[in-house]
């Protein structure tokens, strides 16, 4: 049987844990420096030997803390070639009982960001999670990123299809972009259809990919969706997690805690050792 929440608190506006927060007893500060390294050490890892990598099948992961949650260090979007990098996670959960929802990702193709974001190499992360152009430049879809979801609770079918539209619609309505036409009410209700499903299981892993020219592919459970050419509904997606009003401020922060490195990443001669969240 599906347990049904609120919409709002699966998507909307209902608390995220974000990784840095994961010890509630340990300093904020030292817990991001601790997850800034992880990344980092992962990110030059794979910058070494990107292939093996990719050719891997039991791929390199680090796990949202909170959850405990594995998220593969790169994962290849679906009908793509080109594996992308793991910038960070965080963890949805309910306000009032902190119930898990679901854990989260955020995944870029390496190049693209390094020469999209090339300006801002060598800014501190404590600089950049605050930096306004580093998230228009990221939501300027110059380069493709994707967003991996693993549910920790299950949620109705229905419900999750409300949730995305009740945070989707308004940023597709407003001029987030000049593209704006009448067919993107014919893109939501196309995204609505990816979950036209009893009930989203736990542990369902969901894939949301976007490329600069603005074509959403996905993966629910496995099964591959239609993909739907809209560059408004990309822009709105990614706008949830790392717009101006985000579902959280500290899971925006938490998902780019990797960006730093990996634009540093190609400079770097040697690889650090010692990193605890990695696997072999």
Same mark, same amino acid.
């Given at each position: ?7 709002r608190? =699966? &998507?909307?506006h209902?608390?995220?844990t974000a990784?840095?927060r994961?010890?509630?007893?340990t300093p ?6 601790? $997850?800034?390294r ?7 890892l ?10 891997? %099948?039991?791929p390199? %992961?680090?796990h ?12 290849t979007?679906?009908?793509?070639t080109?594996?992308?990098w793991? $910038?960070g996670?965080? *963890?949805?959960?309910r306000?009032?009982f902190?119930?898990k929802?679901?854990a989260?990702?955020l995944?870029?193709?390496?190049e693209? @960001? ?5 300006? =801002?190499?060598g800014?501190?992360?404590s *600089?950049?999670e605050r930096? @306004?152009?580093f998230?228009?430049?990221?939501l300027?879809?110059?380069f493709a ?5 693993v ?6 079918g229905?419900?999750?299809?409300? @949730? =995305?539209?009740d945070?989707?619609?308004?940023? $597709?309505?407003?001029?987030l972009?000049? %593209?704006?036409?009448p067919?993107e009410?014919? @893109?939501?209700e196309?995204f ?8 989203v299981?736990?542990g369902t892993?969901?894939?949301f990919s976007?490329?600069?020219a603005g074509?959403?592919?996905? &993966? ?5 969706r ?7 509904l990309?822009?709105?997606?990614f706008d949830v997690?790392l ?9 925006k922060?938490?998902? *780019? ?5 990996l634009?540093?990443?190609a ?7 010692g990193?605890?969240n990695?696997?072999?």
């Amino acid at each position: 049987m599906a347990v049904c929440y609120d919409v709002r608190e =699966f &998507l909307g506006h209902a608390n995220v844990t974000a990784t840095s927060r994961y010890l509630q007893t340990t300093p904020v500060r030292l817990v991001e420096a601790m $997850m800034t390294r992880s990344l980092r050490v992962l990110i030059l890892l794979v910058t070494v030997s990107a292939s093996a990598v990719a050719q891997s %099948t039991t791929p390199d %992961t680090v796990h949202e803390p909170r959850s405990g949650t594995p998220f593969p260090v790169s994962l290849t979007p679906p009908g793509g070639t080109t594996p992308h990098w793991i $910038m960070g996670t965080a *963890i949805r959960q309910r306000t009032i009982f902190r119930v898990k929802i679901y854990a989260f990702g955020l995944y870029v193709n390496p190049e693209g @960001a390094r020469a999209s974001l090339s300006p =801002f190499t060598g800014v501190a992360l404590s *600089i950049l999670e605050r930096n @306004a152009s580093f998230y228009r430049q990221l939501l300027d879809l110059d380069f493709a990123m994707t967003l991996r979801l693993v549910m920790l609770r299950t949620v109705s079918g229905d419900d999750v299809a409300e @949730a =995305f539209d009740d945070v989707l619609r308004p940023r $597709m309505t407003r001029p987030l972009t000049d %593209t704006n036409t009448p067919d993107e009410s014919v @893109a939501l209700e196309r995204f609505r259809g990816y979950f036209d499903v009893d009930e989203v299981r736990k542990g369902t892993e969901i894939v949301f990919s976007c490329v600069p020219a603005g074509r959403l592919v996905a &993966l629910v459970g496995g099964d591959e969706r239609p993909p739907i050419d809209s560059r408004t509904l990309c822009r709105a997606l990614f706008d949830v997690y790392l717009g101006d009003d985000p579902i959280s401020g500290e899971g925006k922060r938490s998902v *780019i805690a990797g960006f730093p490195a990996l634009l540093v990443a190609a400079e770097e001669s040697q690889s650090p050792l010692g990193d605890a969240n990695r696997e072999p």
